[in-house]
């Protein structure tokens, strides 16, 4: 019998508190800071983005994805039961948003490797340093209801999302970059955003990287999308059942003439898990949207089961605190960071999927991520000396988590044990750990040690401004260095791609020398499909759905 | 002789007739043989009963002595060897993390032996005490602690379990202690059934007429006669502890993370069960192999004792 309730499943595939949980661990599972994120931009790759020609739709990369496919053919997909509504202003979990994008479209659709590509927006440019955002909207896209999308319609739909009253998920992504107020029009196809401060990300704040910033119509009513599903994505919802599943058909007045491919999919809602992977495995579907690679790496291959697998962004963060010791010691940490085997966390902790960390907060999915900063990797010899210099002869600590981080904590445990440093593990439940009051005592931001799961963010300073700059909302390690939160500043506001990769390098290497954080991974996501039936389909770091390139084999 | 004594003789049972005449305790222990009480010549002729004993004497011997039987680490993880089916190298193959699930297997019989045998001691002493005196002296007291053990059985016992052991926090003592607790009324109704029974023989009447204190009647006299029951409600039980104490592991109650303990172990595997059937399979068949042997044991002493 459990203890607690089941927890719904978050949009990597994992299980998720509940819808009363902690405000910050809301956050932390769901979304997490867009707001308050690190402004600055690639601003050359979205200008080169904002180029992009017209009839590339949100999905693909470009028009290489629309030629190839079998037309027509309907597939059937598996998934968790959505455990929240299906409403794209305040959905958060990733059945839901799959479903959603299949029918609503983003200014900006975010691909697995982290590119902008553009969707209802052609083209987007900045001024006022960053301040002001313009957004050209593609002409001749119409709701599957007739009606045209114009540049108010988009502004209702930013204005919905900024309105407190509908607590929005994507509210908390514009925290202190854009208020309610801040989204004004210009002429019929033309958006602009006037933004508190200046941000060079904001582009990925209006993409699908913010879920929920989907453009609905003018008119549409907080919770009455399975009722009136209207959007201008590439299929329409025909039928709905919280209890059963869902069902698609082709959006006949879909922008892009050549896509989608399929004429119709069908969604089997299933209980859990292994229900969803006892399905695919015995042909009841043909795909799932989520799922998790625990389970399907070790059948990948087997029949014509297979996984794709893509990089992303994200972490569990192996916190020390640096005002408490044994951790006031720099070597302390460094030591603890030299004993962990990157590889072997990779392979017990994320099945293999995924990239190596370097105790930097920069993923390699990230434009400005340094790439000169050496690999660091495991070295008992270092371990022992750094110990030795530290003047700690026995380490010994408690690592506090909870039941989610509970094969890195005991991987961790074992490798430190095998150099000599004893690690005793504190399990709590998710309520304890992330339970408690924020400035003064919970158990994620307060204990020694601890390990927090961090969702995947599209932008790296979504996790540097509240983890380690100086006083930052979820800073647990308690981490301040003048330096870091210079360059952080710098690093939001700059918009040239040098400054912000120089920036970048003085934050991951004050990162990687101070080891406040630990982070030895990257996780990635993976996708399962029966390759004899469905052809085209990707693994997304957020396990996004796009099925606009998607065709029967 | 008075008339008294020599009702008193007449209605004594066997065990109080050996002492009476002053036999020794040999003469007791055939008497009770014949009888068909608990002596162990009659049981080990039952193969059901050995095949019990072995199971129970087995993981008793596995759990003091792993360290030395077991082939590998239990805990040593070697993410290059992870899942892999049972093989040569590995006879019951390997976990997530690399551990070789025979040594995991071995190593886990220690905390089930060493928190369900404690946990039933404590429930049969408690239980066994509760019950005499409820059985002998009636009355106000057992009327109230026959409530609190109606209310016992009413409430679901490892909901209250688990609730108990979530807000207490896990420990071995916490464990124990909360096990002991809810297999304790099962204990005392038993025992007080039996000591009802007992309480109106010819024998306790006449030990009252001889103006035999309260608690010597019940040491002395009584308990003896409801060994059996004792014995049986201890061995059943201690298969319930078993079972309580591989559910709160499975429940993450139990021990702390990544023991062996088996209950633990297919709570952490049982995402692999249709891909990785071993890592969950061999410590359920732990689990039930020990539970059975002690049934096996437990339904022969009640057989046993029922011919009395």
């Known amino acids: 019998m459990p203890l607690f309730p089941t927890l719904p499943i978050d949009i990597t595939g994992n299980r998720m508190p509940s819808a009363a949980e902690h405000p910050v661990r809301t956050l932390l599972s769901r979304r997490g800071l867009l707001a308050g994120a690190g402004a600055g931009g690639v601003a050359a790759l979205l200008a080169a983005c904002g180029s992009s020609g017209p009839g590339a739709h949100p999905g693909s990369a470009g028009a290489a994805g629309a030629t190839g496919g079998r037309r027509g053919g309907l597939i059937t997909l598996g998934a968790p039961t959505p455990p929240t509504a299906l409403d794209p202003v305040t959905m958060y979990d990733g059945t839901a948003i799959a479903l959603v994008q299949l029918v609503a479209e983003y200014l900006i659709w975010l691909d697995q490797d982290f590119q902008l590509h553009p969707a209802l927006a052609t083209g987007w440019t900045s001024s006022e340093g960053g301040r002001t955002w313009s957004f050209t909207l593609r002409k001749g896209v119409v709701f599957s209801d007739g009606t045209p999308l114009d540049a108010p319609t988009v502004k209702a739909s930013f204005d919905r999302l900024l309105d407190p009253a509908n607590k929005s998920a994507a509210l908390s992504a514009f925290a202190s970059v854009l208020a309610a107020g801040g989204v004004a029009v210009s002429g019929a196809d033309t958006v602009v955003f006037h933004l508190q401060r200046p941000f060079s990300d904001f582009p990925y704040l209006v993409s699908a990287g913010n879920y929920n910033a989907l453009v609905l119509k003018a008119d549409y009513k907080l919770g009455m999308f399975a009722q009136r599903p209207i959007g201008t994505g590439p299929f329409l919802l025909d039928s709905y059942d919280v209890g059963k599943g869902a069902s698609f058909s082709r959006n006949p007045k879909y922008r892009d003439t050549r896509t989608p491919y399929l004429d119709g999919v069908k969604v089997v809602f299933h209980k859990d898990a292994q229900a969803d992977l006892l399905a695919l495995q015995s042909g009841a579907i043909d795909a799932q949207i989520l799922s998790q690679a625990d389970l399907v790496v070790p059948i990948a291959g087997s029949g014509s089961i297979a996984v794709d697998k893509v990089s992303g962004t994200g972490l569990s963060a192996f916190t020390l605190r640096v005002d408490r010791p044994p951790f006031t010691k720099k070597e302390v940490r460094q030591a603890i960071a030299y004993a962990l085997d990157r590889p072997g966390v990779l392979t017990s902790v994320y099945n293999g999927v995924g990239v190596a960390g370097n105790d930097h907060l920069f993923a390699p999915a990230f434009a400005a991520a340094p790439k000169d900063l050496p690999q660091r990797a495991k070295d008992a010899a270092k371990v022992r000396s750094l110990l030795s210099a530290a003047g700690v002869g026995n380490l010994r600590f408690t690592l506090s988590f909870d039941p989610p981080s509970k094969a890195y904590a005991l991987v961790i445990q074992d490798q430190l044990k095998r150099v000599g440093i004893t690690v005793d593990l504190d399990q709590q439940t998710s309520e304890a750990f992330y339970g408690g009051n924020q400035e003064t005592d919970t158990p994620w931001l307060f204990t020694d040690a601890n390990l927090v799961g961090w969702a995947g963010r599209p932008t790296p300073g979504q996790f540097i401004i509240p983890m380690v700059k100086s006083h930052g909302a979820w800073n647990g390690s308690k981490y301040a260095n003048p330096v870091l939160d210079a360059a952080a500043d710098a690093y939001d506001a700059a918009t040239d791609p040098a400054e912000r990769r120089k920036q970048a390098a003085i934050i991951a290497r004050a990162l990687h020398e101070d080891v406040p954080v630990i982070i030895t991974a990257w996780s990635g996501a993976v996708r399962a499909y029966r390759s004899d039936r469905v052809r085209g389909l990707r693994a997304h770091p957020s396990a996004f759905l796009d099925l606009t390139t998607v065709s029967r084999v | ?308």
């Open chain 2, 1 to 308: 002789m008075t008339s008294a004594e020599v009702d008193s003789a007449a209605t004594r049972p066997p065990r109080e007739e050996a002492a009476a005449s002053g036999a020794p305790h040999r003469a007791r222990d055939q008497a009770r043989a014949r009888d068909g009480s608990l002596a162990p010549r009659g049981l080990v002729r039952r193969p059901s009963f050995v095949v019990g004993v072995c199971l129970l004497v087995g993981w008793v011997v596995v759990a003091v002595f792993w360290p030395w039987l077991a082939p590998a680490d239990p805990m040593a993880q070697n993410p290059s060897l992870r899942l892999l089916g049972p093989s040569g190298g590995h006879l019951f193959g390997t976990d997530q993390f690399g551990r070789d699930v025979l040594s995991r297997v071995m190593a886990g019989a220690r905390p089930v032996l060493e928190v369900a045998p404690l946990a039933t001691a404590l429930a049969v002493a408690a239980g066994s005490l509760l019950g005499l005196v409820c059985g002998m002296r009636r009355g106000l007291v057992d009327e109230i602690v026959m409530r609190v053990v109606d209310m016992f059985a009413v409430f679901p016992s490892l909901v209250a379990a688990v609730v108990v052991v979530a807000l207490a926090g896990r420990s071995t003592t916490t464990l124990v202690l909360v096990i002991a607790t809810f297999s304790t009324p099962m204990v005392t109704r038993s025992v007080r059934a039996a000591a009802l029974v007992e309480r109106e023989k010819p024998y306790v009447e006449a030990a009252r007429l001889r103006g035999e204190p309260f608690w010597s009647l019940l040491w002395r006299e009584v308990l003896p006669n409801v060994s059996g029951t004792v014995l049986v409600e201890a061995t059943s039980g201690l298969g319930n502890a078993i079972f309580a104490a591989s559910t709160l592991s499975f429940l993450g109650l139990g021990q702390a993370p990544g023991s062996p303990e088996w209950g633990a172990s297919v709570a952490d595997n049982r995402v692999f069960l249709q891909q990785c059937w071993w890592t969950v399979l061999f410590p359920a068949l732990a689990v039930g192999s020990l539970v059975v042997g002690i049934a096996l044991i437990a339904d022969n002493l009640r057989e046993q004792a029922t011919r009395r």
